[in-house]
């Protein structure tokens, strides 16, 4: 990337208040998040599902059943967090020379006094619970190399599982890459694990190397009557 800089980077520089801001960030922990995400997550199935089977659809499914599951989100907000959620976001932090287009997230928290730092969800759909190359490919590439989640020691991938069994696909993706996959503790009985990782971070900036990626998979088809 060239000296260039972007009106976000000159609004909020890396200066020490940015990086206390950061610090104070990480030290929050991601649990308020990831609970507005099941929350959502609940009421876009019980709503979605009520009336058709995603799984049955082909066309644009993921960016479809994203773009609808950011507002359900956003409901579960009070609107006093201090931090939003947005869908589609740029993370311009890991930008290449134009007319490369920046890294785009499928959604996004963002803090408010500060929103050059976000905590990103990435979508992938599962048509089985084999399905797991792309997801797998998603963490690798963008996750583990900084080019997502700069700013963020954490952050989740959401896995749209259309069918089989999520303790299959789970075990799947551990066997696949090694990762070990555990329980997170605030959502026991969620599917709902967390890897560790050592990220490769550049040389010249200061983007934490250690990682923390939440792995959470959505069944969206009607396994059972959803109850109103």
Known sequence: MGESHTYSERRWPDT?????????????GSVVLLSLIWKGYDSFRKEALSQIDCSQEDESLERDITQLLEPKIHEEMSGYEPFYIQH?????????????????????????????????????????????????NEVK?????????PFSNEAAMLGYLLS????????????????NLENHPNFIGRAHK?????????????Y??????????????????ILN
Not at 212 to 222: A, G, S
């Open 208 to 225: 934490p190397v250690k990682f923390l990626c939440h792995h959470l998979l959505f069944e969206l088809w009607i396994s059972e009557p």
């Open 141 to 149: 590439n963008n996750f583990l190399t900084c080019r997502y989640s």
């Open 88 to 136: 589609g976001p740029y993370e311009y932090e890991t930008r290449q020379q134009a007319p490369a287009q920046p890294p785009q997230y499928d959604i996004a928290f963002r803090l408010r006094a500060y929103p050059r730092v976000m905590w990103p969800l990435e979508a992938k759909v599962l048509r089985t619970d084999s399905d797991i190359g792309n997801y797998i």
């Open 194 to 206: 967390v890897s560790r990782h050592k990220r490769n971070s550049p040389k010249n900036k200061t």
């Open 164 to 179: 089989g069994d999520c303790d299959k696909a789970f075990g799947n993706i551990n066997s696949k890459t090694g990762w």
């Open 16 to 28: 020490p208040e940015f990086n206390s801001i950061l610090r104070n960030w990480k030290a929050a």
